[in-house]
């Protein structure tokens, strides 16, 4: 008994071993199933994004085609007639952002790349995948919403244009690191310092520093307009206008990124300075009438004594037929446009006089019937009336500022738009330099004009601006001087 007791205890032992081991070597193989069906989950996701790039360069350029193609033979009923002008603008820039997309992309995703042995490396790659993917496709998507109707407030375009906005930085920034990383690569000394050849450290910079001026471009927006208070000296200016209000309004975009509250806001503003004459100078919509036009109908509210007046700006003849546009301002928004044309303001026996001149890209793409001619808009101004001409471009008040000495006409002052006085900081030195004006008041001496240039209420595409003080609304008060 002595002996078979702890043979049978020996046995009993084995036997509870085998069990917990066939337990064990149970909970082993699921295990290994399951980290088996993740790796080859993982492995399915990677190598689908490692194929992204070229997924994402046949979607884009299916989308380039398809929006190539809509322009040429599905536009809008109102659109002009697309010329080879429009035609080399509209590739320009959408195969131009194809390029640049691809390259946004490779340098994204090459973060993790960098870092091949981590354990991370394929998941934070996946991920990378995606946020490129989202961001770009959505960047891309922005002339979708001047095609469509839009309601009155709608924010998903906001969102997309932002992301067009965070684009646009992101590339400038990513650009100007390639630059300095091959030329650090021919210089020896540079080699060694990561701050100049590192790809990685580059890319999380340029990313990092675009969605930062993004959102504070975003907040300076979102911000009502800024009234800023100007008084402009005319020589011989009669006393009955000393003092004369000019409200001074430019590029309002009226579109997918500019509500009818923006809109109205800018309308409540406008209308509190209780000005003589409202001028808007150009650029006032982004689209087609019957899209966007409920968006500027706050605008027929405008007051003032002498009227409201408006000068197209090169916005203003893109999109829809110049002519709907012009008959919606004159009829839906009581606008008087100035088309090379004149008014004359009358006070007891003095005179003053307001003209408009057509856009200076009516010089570069054909409109039919219209042409920037600062003759004709001068020739109901009396040669010794002050006379103040609304011109869009800066580059539109120098050819009017050209042709004073032909026409033997004079001008006191110019007031212009178009700038947005860079509006971002990544564009500001390309609109420095592409504009004889860029923002703020100019004297031109061999005419013995002044020329004032606006930042704008508003902006274009994006909603971002460098500083909230650049949403502006000018409140020009004329001052009689003598000298």
Known sequence: MSIDEPIAATADENASLTTEEIQDDSTTIKQQRHQCLRSRISNFCFNISANVPRHLIWILLLYNVCFMLHQIFFAHPGAPKLDMRRIIFYSFFTFGMLIG??????????????????SWYKNGNIALNIFAYI??????????????????????????????????????????????????????????????????LHTIIAISLAILLTLEGF????????????????????????????????????????????VQKIVDIVNKLDSDVVTIVGDLVDGYVEYIGKRAKPLSRLKSRYGNFVALGNHDYLHENVEEWIKFFKNDLNLTVLLNSGVIFNKMESQLCLAGVEDYITETMHVEGHKLDPEKALRNCPQNVSTIVLSHQPNGAAKVLKSLPKINKHVDLILSGHTHAGQMFVTAPITYFSNPF??????????????????????????????????????IKLRRTSV
């Not at 969102?159 to 990513?174: D, N, R, T």
Request: charged share 15%; with cysteine; glycine share 4%.
């Open 219 to 262: 907040i300076s927006t979102s911000q009502a307009p800024t009234v800023k208070n100007l008084n402009i000296g005319i020589k011989n200016l009669p006393k009955e206008f000393d003092g004369f209000s000019i409200a001074l309004v430019s590029d309002i975009h009226v579109g997918p990124t500019v509500n009818i509250k923006r």
């Open 135 to 200: 961001w770009i496709l959505m960047a891309h998507s922005i002339m979708i919403f001047v095609n469509i109707p839009l309601p009155e407030t709608f924010f998903f375009p906001v969102i997309c244009y932002l992301m067009l906005g965070a684009w646009l930085h992101c590339f400038i920034f990513l650009l100007i690191f390639f630059i300095i990383e091959k030329i650090s690569a021919c210089i020896p000394p540079l080699r060694k310092y990561k701050i100049f050849t590192s790809e990685t």
């Open 101 to 118: 997309s691809i390259f946004i992309f490779k340098r994204i995703i090459s973060i993790a790349s960098k870092n091949r042995t981590k």
């Open 438 to 475: 860029f923002y703020g008041l100019y004297y031109f001496r061999e005419t013995d004009t002044q020329i004032y240039v606006s930042s704008g209420v508003n902006f274009w595409g994006p909603p971002i601006k460098m500083f909230p003080s650049l949403c502006e609304i000018v409140n």
